[in-house]
């Protein structure tokens, strides 16, 4: 299922719409097909013992990270997962590596720090996401 992004401001075509989801420019307006994804925490025992949630992905970029650094090549300075674990919950709710975070249970994900989309993950037992994913939301 695509929806459309909750940032709508200008309307374009199709193709000049699912671009613009990998060349945001932070604090400008996008408009871009999306994704919607829930994802459901598992609790797990970490290395000292506390029960800890967990959701199996790992996330790069960040509007305090440099792109043009990123061994995968990302284009802008989105929220991307460049990780996603085996049968996490992650995988299991469809969360694929190199897919572009857009919102997590409401928040704007294109404007955020990298430091700052990790304790909003961090903090939700549930994660409703908004992402972008090349190929199917992009040409």
Avoid: W
């Avoid at 090549?73 to 969360?95: F, N, R, W």
């Avoid at 975070?101 to 430091?115: A, E, P, R, S, W």
């Avoid at 903090?123 to 040409?139: D, E, F, I």
């Amino acid at each position: 299922m695509l929806v459309l992004c909750a940032c709508l401001v200008t309307s374009t075509s199709t193709s000049k719409m699912a671009k613009k989801a990998f060349q945001h420019q932070a604090g400008t307006a996008m408009e871009c097909l999306s994704i919607p994804i829930t994802l459901h925490k598992e609790k797990d025992i970490d290395e000292e013992g506390r029960e800890v949630l967990k959701c199996g992905f790992k996330i790069g970029g960040g509007i305090d990270q440099d792109f043009r650094k990123s061994p995968q090549g990302y284009t802008d300075y989105g929220i991307y997962v460049t990780e996603v674990h085996e049968g996490s919950p992650a995988a299991k709710s469809g969360l694929r590596m190199h897919d572009k975070i857009l919102q997590c249970n409401g928040y704007d994900f294109t404007m955020v720090t990298h430091k700052k989309a990790v304790s909003y993950i961090r903090k939700n037992p549930v994660l409703n996401l908004l992402v972008a994913r090349k190929g199917v939301t992009s040409t």
